[in-house]
């Protein structure tokens, strides 16, 4: 089974991954979601979100844009980042399940 964390607001893709108002976070097998729920942003506080979602068992991570340190974090932790994504949550993990999400790699350097 593999467990994806999109970055949301009102089920669609953020822009910015440490501000969003939660995660959309879907169970997949066979490239199928079996199962998806929405789990509130905890607060944004430098290093925690990327240590948060590992904890919770998430292997890829798809947002619109996140900075540098997060990206690192979720590469020590051996999540992929999937960044540059748009449109509905659900949308882009199954893009990503069908192989036709790619990341865009651009970390937001603004943070």
Do not use: W
Request: net charge negative; hydrophobic share 40%.
């Amino acid at each position: 089974m593999i467990k994806i964390a999109v970055a949301s607001d009102n089920g669609m893709v953020t822009e910015h991954f440490g501000h969003c108002e939660g995660f959309e976070v879907f169970d997949a097998e066979n490239n199928q979601i079996v199962k998806g729920e929405t789990i509130a942003n905890p607060g944004h506080r430098p290093g925690f979100l990327p240590n948060f979602l590992a904890d919770l068992g998430v292997n890829v991570i798809i947002s619109g844009g996140m900075g540098m340190g997060a990206v690192e974090i979720f590469n020590e932790r051996n999540i992929e980042v999937v960044i540059g994504a748009k449109g509905s949550a659900r949308e882009a993990a199954e893009a990503y399940l069908q192989g036709s999400l790619k990341s865009s790699g651009s970390a937001c350097h603004e943070h």
